[in-house]
């Protein structure tokens, strides 16, 4: 049997995701993001398209780096306004039966006590439909709203991150027993005390006695997503993550970045299958190719110019308003994301001056590979990148609101169930179990799975 493609819509909360520019189209719904209405019905749609979840994006902060301004963000909402990810979740659980849900939650600002309840109680509430995107947030703007004096050092980030992981299993993982939980009326017991443990963590970050507040939900741990892509985040994600985002704009690109990740894994004990790889996509699809063309026309004549170079300040740290447009840039290691800058510079198939840059930031579809062309066509592509780099699947953003998704739907899907490429039906359980088999939790090769029925305390670390 083929391999089959998965599918993740791609969004966040907020006024504008990546389509910048786009929300003018009369047909662009984004403005309705505040109504739970509006994430109902998209909820509803993805799950008529087999979509495995819904990634939920996030930020806490202003993208003000372009022009030392935030100006240029606020007048073409670039992900602000912006609200909170993980309060419309319930809501389309309840909507939906098999759609699961990967909400973005950093470990810089969030304290991991409260973000393990939060997610436990997330994944009981959706039946074990729940994901996390790690992530350790990169705005200046966030550190300092957050009462830092400025944005943490990259590679310090995610040493705070290995230890966050380390609190976070042994809450989810080890501070309850299965059946703690008795509730025997006879005897008066509804939790079992000896089978409750607090987790006496101390280490060089958090102290955290415990124990963990919720009791174990369907999977205990979500189902961990990752993004990073610079050489720690890779080494972060092979160890932690089930799910792996890559922004990466040829086959050459994509396929380091998924060969290193896996066998980095490896070198953690995993296997390579052990980590599902979904690359970020932008979509036009028409009935025919000229169709197609037509739309993008119609994009390309609303796109935004200085919101593009806004995002790609707060990804990469540069501000390109700062250079003449016949400037090069140069790799340098920044405390944002460091594969941002690698974009244009290590990872480049050609060289680009700072002009032809802002060009490539500013068409549509933006920094991300676009799928294009008549429904035979992008299922074509869509083959393609996946037999040529060893994804899994595409976390699929949306340039109009919900068009693109319906396109895809309608369109796309129906071609590649004919191949073979694409399920017709959702397999049953939770989230980890729709995407890798039959176990609902980590499995024992996961180095989260190393805190189970461990004696716990800070001698245990």
């Known amino acids: ?68 301004s935030r100006d240029a963000a606020l007048r073409d909402g670039i992900q602000a306004p ?68 400025g944005v943490v050092k990259h590679d310090d980030r995610y040493e705070v991150a290995d230890e966050y992981m380390e609190v976070v299993y042994k809450l989810w993982e080890a501070s309850w027993e299965d059946d703690a939980v008795i509730r025997d009326a006879e005897r008066g017991i509804y939790t079992d005390p000896a089978k409750v443990r607090p987790i006496d963590h101390v280490g060089k970050y958090y102290r955290v006695p415990g124990p963990h507040l919720s009791e174990p939900s369907p999977q205990r741990t979500p189902v961990l997503y990752q993004a990073g892509t610079s050489k720690r985040g890779r080494e972060f994600a092979a160890k932690h993550a089930e799910c792996v985002f890559i922004d990466a704009h040829n086959y050459e690109s994509m396929r380091f970045y998924v060969d290193d990740i896996r066998a980095k894994a490896a070198a953690y004990g995993r296997r390579p299958e052990d980590v599902k790889v979904f690359m970020a996509a932008n979509a036009i699809v028409g009935r025919t190719r000229a169709e197609a063309e037509e739309k993008l026309r119609e994009y390309t004549a609303l796109r935004s110019y200085d919101g593009p170079q806004a995002l790609y300040g707060g990804f990469s740290g540069i501000d390109l308003a700062a250079y003449d447009r016949s400037d090069y840039l140069e790799y340098y290691a920044s ?127």
Not at 41 to 53: C, I, S, V
Not at 403 to 415: Q, R, S
């Open 82 to 149: 912006v609200n909170d990810p993980s309060l419309i979740i319930p809501t389309m659980a309840y909507a939906t039966e098999h759609l699961s849900f990967a909400v973005t939650v950093p470990t810089t600002y969030e304290p991991p006590y409260a973000h393990a309840r939060r997610m436990s109680t997330l994944d009981h509430l959706t039946n074990g439909r729940i994901g996390w995107n790690i992530v350790t947030s990169f705005l200046p703007s966030a550190a300092l709203n957050f009462g830092l004096d």
């Open 1 to 68: 049997m083929a391999k089959q493609i998965l599918l993740n819509a791609f969004d966040m909360n907020c006024a504008m995701h990546s389509a910048h520019g786009l929300w003018k189209h009369p047909e662009n719904e984004r403005y309705r993001y505040k109504e739970l209405q509006y994430w109902v019905d998209l909820a509803k749609l993805l799950e008529r398209g087999k979509f495995e979840a819904l990634f939920l994006a996030d930020v806490l902060g202003f993208y003000d780096i372009y022009r030392g």
């Open 335 to 461: 405390d944002a994301g460091q594969a941002s800058v690698a974009r244009y510079t290590t990872m480049s198939e050609k060289r680009m001056n700072v002009g032809e840059i802002m060009e490539e930031n500013a068409r549509i579809g933006g920094r991300s590979p676009l799928l294009f062309g008549s429904a035979e066509e992008v299922a074509d592509q869509m083959q393609g990148w996946m037999e040529n780099t060893g994804i899994d699947g595409f976390n699929l953003a949306h340039l109009m609101t919900p068009g693109t998704l319906k396109d895809m739907i309608e369109l796309v899907v129906p071609i590649l169930q004919e191949r073979g490429l694409y399920k017709t039906e959702y397999a049953k359980g939770t989230m980890r179990e729709k995407l890798f088999g039959e176990r609902s939790r980590l499995p024992d090769r996961h180095p989260g799975a190393a805190f189970r029925g461990s004696r716990l305390g800070a001698g245990e670390r």
